[in-house]
């Protein structure tokens, strides 16, 4: 492949991280007007770049056109969100229970060393936090050995991921105790304690933001 062209997806694609990250932490709020000018510019890229990474946003639905067809960061609804969750709750349980078998030890030792840091800390970096949380879920998926599994939990965590984040409903330390559970499962290698606890942990986050409502 051409240098250029190889040159041009990569900054393509870096540009893409770069958006769905302040997407995903609400750096770019829901509703926000997206200016392909602008952007390009404070991300220092070309606006070729910078259309390839919004075209990408928009099939996959983070981006929208609003009535007059301007381009906006999508507004996560309540509906969204119970829907997203529900989806999960489909098919986390089952790829927990699958990736007690396929999770690499090392991965399960990071994510107690990761729990055991945030327990430790009174008031840890909520990047930390949805690091762990981001190790945790999509790790489980990926260990599945199912890749439709896998695409689906990106797709639906990154719904309710940006939900919470918008409306600030993350505590401080999020599930600690459902997060335990899970990894404590994948320690043991435990399929059904894996699914149950998976299960209880989706349905109380589920609860948790009925509650605020």
Same mark, same amino acid.
């Given at each position: 492949?051409?240098?250029?062209?190889?040159?041009? %997806?990569? =900054?393509?694609?870096?540009?893409?991280?770069?958006?769905?990250?302040?997407?995903?932490?609400?750096?770019?709020?829901?509703?926000?007007?997206?200016?392909?000018?602008?952007?390009?510019?404070?991300?220092?890229?070309?606006?070729?770049?910078?259309?390839?990474?919004?075209?990408?946003?928009?099939?996959?639905?983070? =981006?929208?056109?609003?009535?007059?067809?301007?381009?906006?960061? %999508?507004?996560?609804?309540?509906?969204?969100?119970?829907?997203?969750?529900?989806?999960?709750?489909?098919?986390?349980?089952?790829?927990?229970?699958?990736?007690?078998?396929?999770?690499?030890?090392?991965?399960?030792?990071?994510? /107690?060393?990761?729990?055991?840091?945030?327990?430790?800390?009174?008031?840890?970096?909520?990047?930390? /936090?949805?690091?762990?949380?981001?190790? =945790?879920?999509?790790?489980?998926?990926?260990?599945?050995?199912?890749?439709?599994?896998?695409?689906?939990?990106?797709?639906?965590?990154?719904?309710?991921?940006?939900?919470? %984040?918008?409306?600030?409903?993350?505590?401080?330390?999020?599930?600690?105790?459902?997060?335990?559970?899970?990894?404590?499962?994948?320690?043991?290698?435990?399929?059904?304690?894996? %699914?149950?606890?998976?299960?209880?942990?989706?349905?109380?986050?589920?609860?948790? /933001?009925?509650?605020?409502?």
């Amino acid at each position: 492949m051409d240098a250029k062209v190889t040159a041009e %997806r990569s =900054l393509a694609d870096e540009t893409y991280q770069a958006l769905l990250k302040e997407i995903l932490s609400a750096q770019l709020a829901g509703g926000a007007v997206v200016q392909e000018r602008r952007l390009a510019a404070r991300l220092g890229v070309s606006r070729s770049p910078m259309r390839d990474a919004l075209g990408r946003l928009e099939g996959q639905g983070l =981006l929208v056109r609003n009535a007059k067809g301007v381009l906006t960061v %999508r507004i996560v609804t309540l509906a969204d969100y119970l829907n997203s969750v529900a989806m999960r709750m489909l098919v986390e349980p089952s790829a927990a229970a699958m990736a007690c078998k396929g999770i690499a030890a090392e991965t399960v030792t990071e994510l /107690v060393a990761m729990l055991d840091a945030m327990e430790a800390d009174p008031d840890p970096d909520p990047d930390f /936090v949805w690091a762990f949380d981001d190790a =945790l879920h999509q790790g489980i998926a990926d260990a599945s050995g199912n890749p439709f599994m896998a695409d689906t939990v990106l797709q639906m965590r990154r719904y309710t991921t940006i939900f919470e %984040r918008q409306r600030k409903l993350a505590q401080r330390k999020p599930g600690l105790s459902d997060h335990k559970g899970i990894v404590q499962a994948l320690l043991d290698r435990d399929a059904e304690a894996a %699914r149950a606890a998976m299960v209880l942990h989706l349905d109380r986050v589920r609860q948790n /933001v009925l509650s605020t409502y």
